[in-house]
């Protein structure tokens, strides 16, 4: 079954971090990149960082940079968006996705599969 499955979301403070997993089981193998994306309440859906199959190529939106960093354990089949220094304009409901198109970015529409989202809250 096809599944990305998130975890790590939750309520921090400012300033604080936290560490989201995407667990990727069940596709079919060719996908070249994962990446993460966040929505606030009325607005579009944003690529933060994305993170090619084999890990050599990652990109990451300009408010992502020097804060946050994607990672993957391919062993594991999960990939990983640490975030440090939270701002309450982080806060969001975060999805990863896998892409099957070439080159990887940071679009939203380029993403073939979803996984259900987890929530961020960083308080003030």
């Known amino acids: 079954q096809e599944q990305l499955v998130e975890s790590g979301g939750g309520l921090v403070q400012l300033g604080g971090s936290l560490r989201l997993s995407c667990e990727v089981s069940?596709?079919?193998?060719?996908?070249?990149?994962i990446g993460w994306f966040r929505q606030a309440p009325g607005k579009e859906r944003e690529g933060i960082a994305c993170i090619s199959t084999s890990g050599t190529t990652t990109d990451y939106v300009d408010s992502a940079k020097d804060r946050f960093t994607i990672s993957r354990d391919i062993a594991k089949n999960t990939v990983y968006l640490q975030m440090n220094s939270l701002m309450p304009e982080d806060t969001a409901v975060y999805y990863c996705?896998?892409?099957?198109?070439?080159?990887?970015?940071?679009?939203?529409?380029?993403?073939?599969?979803w996984g259900q989202g987890t929530q961020v809250t960083v308080s003030s």
């Open positions: 996705a896998i892409t099957y198109s070439l080159p990887i970015g940071l679009t939203p529409r380029l993403y073939d599969y």
């Open positions: 069940g596709f079919t193998p060719g996908y070249h990149g």
